[in-house]
């Protein structure tokens, strides 16, 4: 029987700029470990997220469409316009905020690019909900930890 549990993820081909689209849109989840620990959602560590997000965007590496930061776990809509691959970009974005605030991540993060304007208005609404859904904010635009 097949191993039951987190399996690696194939990110290594994932994109490679020049047959890469810079309108691509992809949603991205990064996990925390352990996982129900507010490593996340505090004002001092959105503003590092913030920051980096920024820089990032100013490099061409990323651009950021919506990013939320939930107490374990960030999703974000993210494009990679740059000559990085995507698993660079992410892996530095990750490696930043460790070094800078202490979060422990889990290795990977989860991928599903978007494919027309119907999935990425999904995908922005369920981000968007997520604080709702548990709990932590009445409305989605009460949560502060979103861009």
């Known amino acids: 029987m097949e191993d039951i549990g987190r399996k690696h ?3 290594a081909g994932l994109p490679v700029n020049p047959t890469h689209s810079e309108g691509e849109v992809y ?5 925390c470990i352990p996982r129900n620990i507010n490593q996340l959602a505090t004002s001092e560590v959105w503003q590092a997220i913030a920051e980096t997000l920024a820089v990032r965007e100013g490099q061409g590496d990323l651009t950021c469409r919506l990013a939320l930061a939930m107490p374990d776990h960030l999703h974000g809509l ?3 316009p740059g000559s990085k691959p ?3 970009v992410i892996s530095d974005f990750k490696s930043w905020l460790a070094k800078q605030c202490g979060i422990q991540w889990q290795r990977d993060f989860f991928d599903h690019r978007l494919r027309n304007l119907e999935s990425a208005t999904e995908k922005a609404r369920y981000i968007r909900m997520n604080p709702v859904r548990a709990g932590l904010a009445a409305n989605p635009q009460d949560w502060p930890y979103q861009r």
């Open 9 to 11: 993820l194939p990110h």
């Open 27 to 31: 949603f991205i989840t990064i996990c």
């Open 78 to 80: 993210f494009g990679f």
């Open 86 to 88: 995507m698993t660079k």
